[in-house]
């Protein structure tokens, strides 16, 4: 495909490195000659300087032949009219990053009669992935698919677990037969990940990847002897747009939440627009200040300020502390290896999800052969992909017992949703059509069901 990004800051860049790999023809417009220069430097696209809001550049850039236009600068404002401009230009589809709450409530507008295909807001999509973890709080990531129906998460296995030393072939029988499935796992010290067969025998350091219904994760979860309490108290390190969003999912499941938020006008900001939400002006590395408001006491800190270094500090404060759930904000790839190597698992980055959604929406554009893809998940550093597939009436795959279908080795179905039932497949069972089906895989760029089979 021909894809136009404009603005090559952290979610442009990450987006870029997203997908020059799976072989699209890309340009990159930026009012920043350094940034065209360090970012054409590192990837093979196209460089435009210049506004991605003039017909000129767009033009330059290859608006007319384009298929897809991401429009990711600092101003909502500007993406939506570079969208706009496209699509009377000739480009096929676009996707604004739109971060104001205000502009966010007008998608049926913005799709309809502006032709914005798609708004992506980075921090929306954060809240909401750290209020699935906190939905689970043994588990350090959570994923969800079939509308929330399918939990995929993530968790690192203790010492002592009754897990250490269980082959997944016979993991029912040491889990009280929970129906839960290994989907991908990390041994403890290795940096590989891998698809693991029945004969995988568990360790104890390993980080897993599981995948069932909420119920059956809950009861895993107990059955295993690491559940951690309900979260009821919040505290927040960082009054940002992230925190604004999160605090309100929190309050509508009615947890307690508190903001600790050192700008005074911020706070006020923050105080008027979130009246069930304490909000305290202070400095969050300040370790008397976390004392005073209840750090010892609390269920969950969660540490969003814009500087990852501070996050990191404060949730190791806070993980010394002994408090229960930790979760830190962290864009920079290194240092979140680098935190999660230090304990600190449930780390989360606005631009990967960002990145990760518009990867979606791309390859659903590429193919819908047998089943089109409708959510995409990059797991463990990105070695693993776990993918979201709606069957179509229509491929190889369907209707065909799956012990008769030749998958690609590294490569998992792990679940189907149908008929409001979750299905662990076995080799007689088979995809039908209207099927959620959920693909773990270590191969890339798979865009439709039938690319599952070799």
Not at 71 to 79: L, S
Not at 197 to 210: A, L, N, P, Q
Not at 240 to 249: K, T, V, W
Not at 379 to 408: N, R, Y
Request: overall charge negative; proline content about 3%.
């Amino acid at each position: 495909m021909n894809i136009i990004i404009v603005g090559g800051g952290k979610v442009g860049t990450e987006i870029i490195a997203a997908l020059c790999p799976e072989g699209h023809n890309i340009s990159l417009i930026d009012l920043d000659p350094e940034v065209i220069e360090e970012v054409t430097a590192e990837f093979d696209i196209l460089g435009v300087c210049g506004s991605g809001v003039t017909i000129n550049t767009l033009e330059q850039a290859g608006i007319a032949e384009s298929d897809l236009l991401i429009a990711t600068t600092n101003m909502d404002e500007i993406n939506v009219l570079a969208c706009v401009i496209a699509r009377r230009l000739g480009t096929k589809g676009t996707i604004a990053r739109v971060r104001d709450p205000e502009i966010n409530s007008q998608v049926w507008f913005m799709r309809e009669s502006l032709g914005v295909s798609m708004m992506v807001n980075p921090e929306y999509n954060t809240a909401r992935e750290i209020s699935r973890i906190l939905r689970i709080p043994s588990a350090a990531h959570v994923e969800s698919f079939a509308k929330g129906r399918i939990d995929m998460v993530e968790m690192i296995v203790p010492d002592g677990s009754p897990l250490a030393g269980v082959a997944l072939k016979d993991m029912d029988t040491g889990t009280g037969g929970s129906r839960v499935l290994i989907c991908a796992v990390q041994r403890y010290g290795e940096d590989e990940a891998v698809i693991p067969g029945g004969d995988f025998v568990i360790h104890e350091g390993d980080r897993v990847h599981i995948s069932a219904s909420h119920g059956q994760i809950s009861n895993f979860f107990k059955q295993i002897g690491i559940v951690k309490s309900k979260v009821k108290d919040v505290m927040i390190i960082g009054g940002g747009r992230i925190s604004y969003y999160l605090s309100q999912m929190l309050v509508d499941s009615g947890m307690g939440v508190k903001i600790i938020e050192k700008d005074h006008d911020r706070c006020n900001i923050l105080a008027q627009k979130l009246s069930k939400v304490r909000v305290i002006c202070g400095d969050g590395s300040n370790q008397e200040l976390l004392m005073d408001e209840g750090l010892e006491e609390t269920d969950a800190i969660i540490a969003l300020t814009d500087i990852d270094e501070d996050n990191i500090i404060m949730s190791m404060y806070a993980k010394m502390k002994e408090c229960p759930k930790v979760i830190l904000k962290v864009n920079s790839a290194n240092l979140r290896r680098m935190s999660m190597a230090a304990g600190l698992d449930s780390c989360v980055s606005p631009k990967e999800l960002t990145a990760d959604i518009i990867l979606s929406y791309v390859r659903a554009l590429e193919e819908t052969a047998g089943g089109v893809i409708r959510s995409m998940y990059k797991l463990v550093d990105g070695q693993i992909e776990a993918m979201e597939f709606w069957a179509t009436d229509t491929g190889k795959v369907i209707g065909v017992p799956l012990s008769k279908l030749h998958l690609k080795k590294g490569l998992l179905i792990a679940g189907i949703f149908r008929d409001g039932k979750i299905l662990f497949p076995g080799g007689s069972d088979s995809i039908h059509p209207g099927d959620v089906v959920i693909v773990v895989t270590t191969n890339r760029f798979i865009t439709s069901l039938d690319q599952i089979l070799e």
